[in-house]
């Protein structure tokens, strides 16, 4: 078994799909597949069994698995070891980070970086899912979940208060909320995850009973251009509701946890030159104030 056989065994035992295997190998569906099957052909036994739950490793299966383990170890250890130890001011750094914090910050910190670090080149992947660093899939992660992993290091690079926001249209056509009514009357935006995953629902600590929820969204940049097109009352960070010139509701409310936004990587490579230098630009994104 080569080390790519081993990485197509471990993806798809992980994520016990082929789409979801392929997502994270970045390759297509088929490929996957294919190579799986190989696999099992040349080492003459069934490494997974395919059931209505997905992908799950035969006795083989878990044998093979734990050896592919042992070369991804190694691997990432080579890895370790080479990239701590270059200082050179060029190469590939991988960001992952969400839509709205990449239009907002990472770009604007990328395109300053550009001009003084020109033999960088950044692979940039934004979307809601996360990614694991202890795994290589990413250098630079900017989410906003605190990891609790021992091996990664962390920075804080912002705290925002979550405010209530909408349209100016909205509020001539609709007016305002009163509070502690429920938001009987009006429509909202909201962050799917958050609405589907929670049986008593709030905006900015306000129960939301009363009200329609016009949309649900699947990410934070889709809840402000939702907003900002009308749509309804949605909660975003009130420091990006500024950034898109939204009107504020309730404007001495605020949900009592605030919307953190953390700067994660793997302790082997923040000594790393090229990736040092994009983790200051970054930084020093979100520490400009806001354009709004």
Request: glycine share 8%.
């Amino acid at each position: 078994m080569n080390w790519d056989d081993a990485r197509m065994l471990l993806a798809l035992s992980r994520e016990r799909t082929l789409r979801r295997a392929a997502r994270v190998l970045r390759v297509d569906q088929a490929t996957v597949g294919r190579r799986v099957a190989a696999l099992e052909a040349d080492l003459g036994s069934t490494l997974f069994l395919r059931t209505p739950v997905g992908y799950q490793l035969t006795a083989s299966g878990e044998l093979a698995a734990e050896l592919a383990q042992q070369m991804e170890r190694a691997a990432l250890e080579l890895a370790a070891r080479l990239q701590g130890t270059d200082n050179e001011l060029a190469g590939e750094v991988r960001i992952a980070t969400t839509d709205s914090l990449a239009c907002d910050f990472v770009l604007p910190a990328l395109a300053q970086l550009q001009q003084s670090h020109p033999q960088i080149r950044v692979i940039l992947a934004s979307g809601s899912e996360l990614v694991n660093l202890s795994q290589r899939e990413t250098d630079i992660a900017i989410r906003n979940l605190r990891p609790d992993n021992p091996d990664l290091v962390l920075r804080k690079l912002a705290s925002w208060s979550l405010g209530l926001f909408a349209s100016d249209s909205y509020v001539q056509r609709c007016g305002e909320p009163g509070e502690g009514e429920g938001f009987n009357g009006h429509e909202l935006v909201v962050y799917e995850p958050y609405w589907r995953g929670n049986p008593s629902p709030t905006l900015v600590d306000e129960p939301i009973g009363q009200a329609r929820v016009a949309l649900a969204v699947g990410s934070n940049l889709m809840l402000r251009r939702a907003i900002a097109s009308g749509l309804g009352i949605g909660e975003i960070p009130i420091e990006l509701g500024e950034r898109d010139g939204l009107r504020r509701l309730w404007p001495t409310r605020a949900r009592r946890k605030p919307y953190e936004v953390w700067l994660v990587t793997h302790q082997d490579l923040r000594h790393t030159a090229r990736v040092r230098v994009v983790i200051e630009a970054l930084v020093r994104a979100f520490a400009m104030p806001s354009a709004g």
